[in-house]
């Protein structure tokens, strides 16, 4: 079994960065792909960006190309969300999730493991 959890949500006004953090434990051989997802309130849970745990293939949310980062340690067994130019429309909670096979990286419901969640704000 695999435990996720992340770290370094914030405040940050417009313009902004920030970095979230998302540490694996337990069974991480197993891990075939990481992703981050965003919930804002009132809305479903939407695909930001993913990373193979192996290869390291990026792949992003077109809401997010160009600004945001993601990269993995896989020494640290963590992956990285960097955020940049952030917007007032980036605000929401942000999960880091964990998946074991190939298939669609941007379904949420591809991914069995999830963390808890941190608070990204982005004031205008």
């Known amino acids: 079994q695999v435990q996720l959890v992340e770290s370094g949500g914030g405040l940050v006004q417009a313009g902004g960065s920030l970095r979230l953090a998302c540490a694996a434990s337990?069974?991480?051989?197993?891990?075939?792909?990481m992703g981050w997802f965003r919930q804002a309130p009132g809305k479903e849970r939407e695909f930001v960006s993913a990373i193979s745990w192996s290869a390291g293939s990026t792949y992003y949310a077109d809401s997010v190309k160009g600004r945001f980062t993601i990269s993995r340690d896989k020494a640290k067994k963590t992956v990285y969300l960097q955020m940049n130019s952030l917007k007032p429309e980036d605000t929401a909670v942000y999960y880091c999730a964990a998946r074991y096979n190939s298939g669609s990286y941007y379904s949420h419901n591809q991914y069995p493991t999830w963390g808890q969640g941190t608070q990204v704000t982005v004031s205008s």
């Open positions: 337990g069974v991480t051989f197993s891990i075939y792909a």
